[in-house]
């Protein structure tokens, strides 16, 4: 029963409490690598650690060969997610082959770590075309630019397959300056109102650019924004990624039993600037950053999978190696100057080129002629 | 079986038969469920086919048309209600940014196969904010196609093609023909979108309209035809794609040519055929293309709205002024 009918929402809860999301982050590795004890919150098993750690490496690599590129004049922009890899691997890492990713334009290692060509999925942010990777067969929508819009997209995956029968789960992630967007809070109406299997993920990284959360809410969370909906919202520190593997695990879980949408919180922090045209020294004090360097995601899981001999040197250079080579792949990859077809200009914008379309696209054809010709 | 019936007859109708030939059409949207519509188009069909395929939605029209586009992305076609013209805004940015360019964006992989449904224009007595004639925003965005109905039998062909299109159709359904009766034969099919009609043929002039101002030009040519005059009257039918072949040679046989549409002329609909025209007709031409349009102005209270909208005296007025001392 995924449409109702009738004065009564069969979904509603008059309960409240079960929606409040904790009064702290959930936490299951502290910044020191050191377990910590949680209510309700199981540590995954140690393979998930061990493949979440692998794919850390993996996020960070991506994201210092971005920004490499960026400098070099090979890529146009790229908003980094340097800090933010646990967020990145773990909302990946919970789905099945056949659940969607919604992501955001600074979630490529995200898309990656799902699996997308990195070359492929930095094809926005090169400039040669919009999104470069085929979403129906990777399920991964294009990366949105629009904050929130694509909230709403993804109630509409989820619905569908709901409506056809398939247990499709869809992540929809977002950030904290996404929040205050109109369609963030139409996305989470719809999806609980129609019972829709989404998890609105939220990286809140305390900046939207410029501008921090406190000018974003005055809510005592954004994961407490879920009661507003009937959503169950849930607070994890986003730097712990064994938590989040935990949290959105649930989420997911849930969502596919068919008991409706969840939103997730992770708190964490963007270290770097929004992206290569911003300055951050404009708007914060470096000292903010700081205590957030020792909250890393990698050297928390690296000393807690150390310390219970889950992974050895070996071990760490072997990620460290594939790593690499998946660096060197998008050194290659995004070598050469790409080459763009001006006809695609035209082709795509209906399944058919328009009457008038097919006369434009013989006028760029013309100049190119005459161009060569001379 | 020719049959008479009003073009809210006909629209309900296609819904229907589009829900029956295809199971990935849904309709969705404000009051379209049980209710069937303000405008009663939907009546009917959640009996008919469940809660599944047509519902009511939260009051929120961006929410409505980013879930269809989800939808589609996922295999469904939905067809969609815009309660009225003006109400459709908070939709905009779904639709000008999502909707027109998701194929586009994704390098033709992902089509959004969803129809808009606008009930809109004016004419109706409506108070404000419910009868904007909002085509010339959609116009203007590449990756939508518009299309706008004048009787009862286009309505009915042009929804179920709209349906069938591969890529988002804004469908406009003027307010004040939904409960106009004509004579109509549904099983007789219409002209794709795209493709401009000849209402009526004459030697003199043309009239160009579309949607509401049709009839008002069809009038206009029967009272011309009175005075002595042979007003042709070309019905757009799809304002985008537009039909330039069909347009020109209207145009071309007369050599005089009036534009007759209910939005504020300034960079409108009406601008872009007046200057399409010329740029491939003007030796053709007799006299400069006159235009017949609402004046730049919100639109009008209900007491008013009769000195806003185009009239036949109006349209006669400016077929007067093509320099018939030239001919």
Known sequence: MFIWRGNQNPFMTRDAAHLLPSTEPVTLIDPDGHPVPCDGHEMPDPQALVRAYAALITARRFNDQANALVRQGRLAVYPSSH????????????????????PTYRDTAAIVARGVDPVQALTLLRGDWHSGYDPQATRVAPQATPLATHLLHAVGVAH????????????????????????FHEALNFAAVFRTPVVFFVQNNEYAISVPLARQTAAPSLAH????????????????????????????????????????????YRVQAHTNADDPSRYRESGEVTPWLARDPITRMETYLRGRGLI?????????AAADSLAAGMRAGLGDEPVADYR?????????????????????ADELSREEAR | MPEKLTMANALNRALRDALRADDSVVVFGEDVGPLGGVFRITDGLTAEFGEQRCFDTPLAESGILGMAIGMAMNGMRPVVEMQFDAFAYPAFEQLVSHAAKMRNRTRGRVGVPIVVRVPYAGGIGGVEHHCDSSEAYYAHTPGLHVVAPSDPADAYGLLRAAVESPDPVIFLEPKKLYFSRAEADLSTPVPPIGQAVVRRDGTDATLI?????????????????????SLQVVDLRSIVPFDDETVCAAVRSTGRAVVVAEAAGFASVSSEVVARVTERCFHSLHAPIRRVTGFDIPYPPPKLEHVHLPSVDRILDAVDELQWEYA
């Open chain 1, 83 to 102: 800090g933010q890899e646990a967020c990145q691997v773990a909302c990946v890492q919970v789905l099945g082959d056949g659940d969607w990713l919604f």
């Open chain 2, 209 to 229: 309209a579309y949607g509401p101002a049709v009839p008002v030009a069809l009038e206009a040519a029967e009272a011309a035809a009175q005075e002595g005059r």
């Open chain 1, 225 to 268: 924004k879920g009661i507003g909906y009937g959503i169950p919202g849930e607070r994890v520190d986003g730097n712990d990624v064994a938590a989040l593997l935990d949290v959105l695990g649930t989420a997911v879980d849930r969502a596919r039993a068919g008991e409706g949408p969840q939103l997730v919180e992770a708190h964490t």
């Open chain 1, 160 to 183: 569908a397959a709901r409506l056809r029968g398939d247990d499709t789960v869809v992540m929809a992630v977002c950030g904290d300056g996404a929040t205050s967007e109109g369609d």
């Open chain 1, 312 to 320: 050895g040197a070996d071990k760490i250079r072997e990620y460290g």
């Open chain 1, 344 to 364: 695609e200009l035209f082709a795509y914008v209906y399944a058919e080129p328009t009457p008038q379309l097919r006369e434009q696209m013989a006028v760029v």
